[in-house]
């Protein structure tokens, strides 16, 4: 029996609630194909049994943001196993496999944009066709180079130069397809991002925590990199105005803030603070001795340096901006973001 899973634009994503029950049913090897890849949240919470991805590594892929290096370390660190097909002929399938018991076969590569804002279009298969795509997926693996953290790094060196235009160009075009929509009041469906600044009525930063210094192996910010993976915004120490964090509701807005830069990533809350205490299970981190503050969040976009908004934070870890001498900087972020400027 077959199971069509259909987008129409609605915040209800099909996708991602059909392949998280698939993926958390399954008790065999998870084989992934996707020629992009981004979405890094997924598969946090995956049972502990072999997960396959097979992707293209190409590097204007990455430079245009299609692909993103540090979603592919992150999931090498999580234990995935990547290979990278070549480049001729080019890898464009989207393809879900969970053991030989079912597969989805759809439009959606494993990306953010896919999971949480494009309409997509899949077709859920029976075991029978499962068991082909196995077989499929498995010639293909074979022929395929394993994906490694060094290898991840060069690319992102060699590319640095590249995804600075292609931020630019990218800005440029949202806001020719921003205004495009302002002059149609008729237009019913939005992604994600715009959804919120239209939507959300309290704003709130959080620090990054790049003050602890600690690198991946892609030269990012581990506690950085593990809040965006795990969808989380998060506080350790004794800071200033947790009544700030207390305020949090669902689907308010989070910037990420990281220090020396100024606005990475733009969020929604999907709930309220919670607390952890410095010896419970569950935490992001453990190398503060202290309560876990944190919102869960749905990280909408994310960037590195070369893409962020420039801010200077006021003297906080978690702060409310919501107030109308933020007003600027708020409409600020929406427009850099957005590609208004």
Known sequence: M?????????????????LSKLLNECTDTIRIASAYVTERQFLTTYPKHEVRLLTSLRPMDVASGATSIEALNALLQLGVKCRALPSRPRLHSKVYIFGTSSAVVTSANFTGNAFDSNIEAGLETSA?????????F???????????VDQLLELHNETSALRRDFMKLKQKLRAKARSSQKNNTKTALSDSLVNLFDSATRFFVCNTHRRNGVLTSTGGYHLEEE???????????????????????????????AKGVGIIG?????????TLSSSQAGRLSYDYDSIEWRVPTRWLAWTDADGAFPWRSPNCTF??????????????????????E
């Open 319 to 340: 702060c409310d901006v919501t107030q109308s001498k933020y007003d600027e900087f708020r409409a600020g972020v929406m427009a850099h973001f957005l590609g208004d």
């Open 266 to 274: 733009v969020g929604v809350a999907k709930a309220v603070c919670e």
């Open 138 to 148: 498995d010639r293909l693996w074979e022929i395929a180079s394993p994906i490694t």
């Open 227 to 257: 809040m965006h993976n795990q969808g989380f915004a998060v506080a350790w120490e004794d800071f200033k105005y947790p009544s700030h964090m207390k305020r949090v509701e669902l689907g308010d807005a989070i910037f990420m803030f």
């Open 128 to 136: 029978n066709e499962a068991r082909q795509l196995a077989a499929w």
């Open 2 to 18: 077959t199971n069509l899973i259909l987008e129409d634009g609605s915040p209800n994503r099909r996708h991602r609630q059909r």
